[in-house]
């Protein structure tokens, strides 16, 4: 049979347009690296601190904390407030940025609140080895002289905001939930290789200088922020508006309409019961990302239950993560491309994956059993971009950068609840059943698991897609 006259051979795509598709991917690695370079070295220096400072003991007791059973749960106590009170002060101004950033960013473009919120966790660093320099300041002088004010810039809500946003502004349907899952990928790929990376330099190369490795931290976000200044877009969409036409940038963006236009965006009444699914959407990326703040909770509880050294917790991290990489890479493809699966199957799977793996944390009582636990809880990062593009579809294209603030609000603002829970229910049950941290996160993750089966039986796919979504994919199929 010949073909139509037509027809057309697949286009050739160049090298060229292949590394063009690349933007905030960079930005997010580095962003990323920074961080998880100093993830486990962070929790270290916070129970340095609190050990030496806070309760005044010597180095040879801080340097063998594991060997004094009491006075290890004592500086747990401590610095398990002190978690609690920096998750609060970091996270309730982003918050109330976020209900004005979406708006705004809808109106301007992403790139702006990208790099305040870049600016702000290098602030955050700055501030940190200053800290690690101060022989007599205490723990709780992070809080106010570093993460309050990082607080103002938005911080991560405000990258993960502007980063995702940018990233659908400039994609397809068709291509989005693969391109958002590679950009996780991307950021997510550097936290072995990061806490990998950190555990050499702490140990072999800086001499365990607290000081020095938020000094690379701070060399990491400065080559992120530079990269975004010079590679992305101010505007994504033809909609977005030049920001030398704001009058002035202050009452530009704290302008109470934003606040109006996100509440509408949210309460709007939407077909095909589109509303419930988008509302129940960010709930489930909230209770999703309950889990994160279990990380600094489980180190304590390493040190407590396995007497694990910096050392052993950064090697558990480090599996743990490359599993979760590979995880991620290979799955959501296979799922989704190949299998043809929904993407509330898919989120299914990664709930109870988490699920389980907290089951082997809690009963773990050999190391090789918590490391078990790892592998499953490993498979649980496909929920976060698979929400991510579900929720994107749901809305209009001019509605995204509300939408999506909101979202990260809920993706990395909920330290507010989630840090303060934990923190309380691993310090009231430390001396009985301080594993009672995981039975927090499996309650959350099945929340999780029982609010995406009510989707995937009430909902057909097309009433996951926006009209806007249906008009703009048929556009490219008729070209």
């Not at 072999?204 to 080559?223: D, E, H, R």
């Not at 109870?352 to 490993?378: C, K, N, P, Q």
Request: aromatic share 12%; with cysteine.
């Amino acid at each position: 049979m010949m073909p139509s006259p037509s027809w057309q051979p697949p286009e050739r795509r160049s090298l060229l347009y292949y590394l063009k598709l690349i933007t905030v991917e960079p930005t997010m690695v580095l962003y990323m690296m920074a961080f998880m370079t100093t993830s486990v070295v962070e929790q270290a220096f916070f129970v340095n601190k609190a050990c030496r400072v806070n309760h005044g003991l010597n180095a040879s007791i801080c340097d063998n904390l594991t060997e004094y059973e009491e006075l290890n749960k004592e500086v747990q106590v401590t610095v398990s407030d002190f978690h609690l009170y920096n998750d609060v002060a970091g996270h309730v101004v982003p918050i109330i940025l976020a209900l004005f950033m979406g708006a705004w960013s809808d109106k301007r473009g992403r790139k702006l609140p990208l790099l305040i919120g870049l600016t702000g966790k290098l602030y955050y660093s700055v501030m940190v080895v200053v800290n690690a320099t101060q022989d007599t300041w205490p723990v709780e002088y992070i809080v106010y002289t570093a993460t309050l004010p990082m607080a103002f810039t938005g911080a991560d809500v405000a990258i993960f905001a502007a980063a995702f946003t940018y990233l659908v502004d400039i994609s397809t349907q068709e291509s989005r939930t693969m391109r958002v899952t590679l950009l996780e990928v991307c950021y997510l790929a550097t936290m072995p290789t990061g806490i990998a990376l950190g555990k050499v330099l702490f140990n072999q190369v800086v001499n365990k200088s607290y000081a020095v490795m938020f000094g690379i931290n701070v060399a990491l976000l400065f080559l992120a922020i530079v990269y975004s200044f010079l590679r992305l877009d101010w505007r994504t969409n033809s909609r977005q508006q030049p920001l030398s036409e704001a009058p002035n940038l202050f009452t530009d963006f704290f302008d109470y309409n934003h606040v109006v236009d996100t509440g509408k965006t949210l309460f709007k009444s939407r077909r095909n019961n589109q509303r419930c699914y988008l509302l129940i959407l960010i709930a489930m990326m909230a209770f999703y990302t309950f889990q994160r703040d279990e990380k600094a909770m489980s180190y304590l509880y390493v040190q407590l239950i396995f007497k694990w050294t910096f050392d052993e917790f950064s090697n558990f991290r480090t599996v743990q993560s490359a599993i979760q990489d590979v995880f991620l890479l290979c799955a959501i493809p296979l799922m989704s491309r190949v299998l043809g699966w929904r993407d509330t199957i898919i989120i299914m799977i990664g709930a109870l994956a988490h699920s389980v793996g907290r089951i082997f944390f809690a009963t773990a009582d050999e190391s090789w059993m918590f490391y078990l636990g790892g592998v499953f809880a490993a498979i649980g990062p496909i929920v976060a971009p698979v929400i991510r593009s579900m929720v994107s579809k749901l809305v209009a294209n001019s509605e995204k950068g509300k939408t999506l603030a909101v979202l990260a609000v809920a993706d990395n603002a909920i330290p507010l609840i989630s840090g303060t829970m934990y923190s309380k229910v691993y310090n009231a049950t430390i001396h009985t059943h301080p594993n009672a941290i995981f039975y927090l996160t499996m309650a959350t993750q099945m929340t999780v698991f029982v609010l995406i089966l009510f989707i995937h039986v009430k909902a057909k796919d097309e009433y996951l897609i926006h009209e806007d979504e249906e008009v703009k994919t048929e556009c490219l199929r008729d070209d």
